[in-house]
């Protein structure tokens, strides 16, 4: 007999009979699947690497107006001290 190690899945509800954990997942090969022990239910599990990650970087390109405020000095030649 060929037993593949089944967990059970806490909380999972079966799709097809509503039962709650009743669901087990197991692996066959490279693939995994879930079954129901209570109703027979199979299904293989898509394993999506789902990136965590938010790769939504925005560039802010800094406008950095060239405003030069140049210290201009007033100097008045007819400045008596
Ligand atoms: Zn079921």
């Known amino acids: 007999m060929f037993k593949a190690k089944k967990r059970f899945i806490a909380g999972a509800v079966c799709p097809r009979c509503s039962e709650m954990d009743k669901l087990t997942i197991f692996k066959e090969g490279e693939k995994e699947f879930r079954e129901c022990v209570g109703c027979g239910f ?22 950095e107006k060239e405003a030069e405020t140049q210290p201009v000095r007033l100097v008045d030649p007819n400045e008596k001290r």
């Open 42 to 63: 199979r299904e293989q599990m898509l394993l999506q690497s789902t990136p965590n990650e938010l790769d939504t970087r925005v560039n802010k390109t800094k406008e």
